[in-house]
């Protein structure tokens, strides 16, 4: 046994020994504590699947609000282990979500070094905010799943083109798409990449049917029920430009940093405006879930963009501060908890300026892998920037940051161990 596969398994060790107490934790909560909001909908559309084929979260209407992979991912586990068995789904998710990262890091292995793979395991295994999406429900650790999944194939086929990496890539990507719907766009900038890569065009043709097959026959389904070809949930994009477009008409000033100021420190919403929270202005205007006819709609969602356009300086002030959101620490399970949580994200953030500073000064080689990393990066800022940012949806894509931030603690390590051998 190498040196390298004895340390992998001592991390393993940790990481079952830090996610048993998280599990037991979790598991003492009472269902109704779990299955509540985004969570609720993805179990009761698994039950559904499950129970009677049908998506669906209240037995009788086909659902359209939420994309279908979280419910088929949850609906697979319940169809062998029980509906709602909160056992099975924490241990096979804990069990699961280290495989990934193990074939992550060996591939990544080729394109850094021992050290830096190993660094970004410890990153991904043992941040504070994975354990918040590692024992949840959500959607947010099956999308950060797959995409390690597909970054590890594409990584892959820099190296040497295969088929099976091939498959593995469009597949896993194709069920990211109607999984999590922001990145629904994403294969817009991906396939372009893959070419610059120079992956020849036949494994990029079946990576792309791949990818469109999941989404191609989600949209089906849904123009069946609504008569609109919808690739992600219908009425999303309009819900979107009407909340922008009333934070945009009545936030000036320094308001979206009290809005931040007030979300993450004060937690004092006394003196601050009621278009500060995207989820309070949508369900001001939409109590009892986004609804109305495909006229109602577009006429709701041009006066959403009107507003915008009359309001641009404002719109670009809240957008500004929607990327320090995003990038703020996952927090919510108390105290302990968050102050872990922004310890471990402050350490995250270290590394990635010190990779950050070392590659502009050319201390570290540029790597094509790298443009992938940075091309999620940007896609998802872009993305929730222009909609809304919180915290919970950049873990999807937290291992770009782990990555570089290995880079950047690996480079300083060795430069440590060249000066002490100077002495």
């Known amino acids: 046994m190498t040196r390298f596969q004895k340390i992998l398994i001592g991390i393993f060790i940790a990481y079952v020994a830090v996610c048993i107490p998280v599990m037991v934790t979790q598991l003492q909560m009472r269902p109704s504590q779990v299955f509540i909001s985004d969570a609720a909908d993805y179990h009761n559309g698994a039950a559904h699947l499950v129970n009677n084929g049908m998506y669906t979260i209240d037995g009788q209407h086909p659902f359209l609000e939420r994309e279908p992979g979280q419910s088929i991912y949850l609906a697979a586990i319940y169809s062998v282990f029980g509906v709602g068995n909160r056992y099975a789904v924490f241990i096979i998710q804990m069990l699961a979500y280290f495989g990934v990262c193990l074939l992550f890091i060996k591939r990544l292995q080729h394109s850094t070094s021992d050290a830096a793979a190993l660094s970004c395991l410890w990153f991904l295994l043992f941040l504070p905010s994975i354990y918040h999406i590692l024992f949840s429900f959500n959607r947010e650790l099956l999308t950060l799943s797959l995409f390690l999944v597909v970054t590890q194939a594409v990584f892959g086929l820099l190296k040497k083109p295969t088929w099976i990496d091939t498959i593995v890539c469009g597949a896993a990507l194709g069920f990211l798409l109607i999984t999590y719907s922001p990145f629904v766009y994403f294969p817009v900038a991906f396939i372009p990449l893959l070419f610059w890569y120079r992956i ?46 009333e934070q945009a008409e009545h936030i000036s000033g320094v308001e979206p940093f009290m809005c931040l100021w007030a979300e993450y420190v004060s937690r004092d919403w006394s003196q601050r405006s009621p278009y ?148």
């Open 200 to 245: 020849a065009w036949k494994y990029i043709a079946v990576i792309t049917i791949l990818m469109i097959l999941p989404l191609l026959m989600w949209a089906v389904r849904n123009e069946r029920i609504t008569n609109e070809f919808c690739l992600t949930r219908c009425n999303s994009t309009v819900m979107v430009w009407y909340v922008r477009g």
């Open 276 to 423: 500060c929270s995207f989820n309070r202005v949508k369900n001001m205007r939409w109590p009892d879930g986004v609804r109305g006819t495909s006229q109602q709609m577009m006429r709701i969602g041009e006066a959403g963009k009107a507003k915008i356009k009359a309001h641009p300086l404002n719109y670009i002030s809240f957008s500004l501060f929607d990327i320090i959101e995003l990038h703020l620490p996952y927090l919510g399970w108390g105290r302990m908890y968050n102050i872990l949580a922004s310890i471990g994200q402050a350490i995250l953030y270290a590394g990635i300026i010190a990779a950050a500073v070392k590659l502009i000064r050319k201390k570290i080689i540029w790597k094509k892998e790298y443009v992938l990393l940075a091309l999620i990066m940007a896609y998802t800022t872009a993305v929730f920037i222009v909609t809304d940012a919180t915290p919970r949806y950049l873990m999807p894509i937290i291992f770009c940051y782990c990555v570089f931030a290995a880079i950047g603690f690996e480079w300083m390590v060795r430069k440590k161990k060249s000066k002490r051998a100077k002495k």
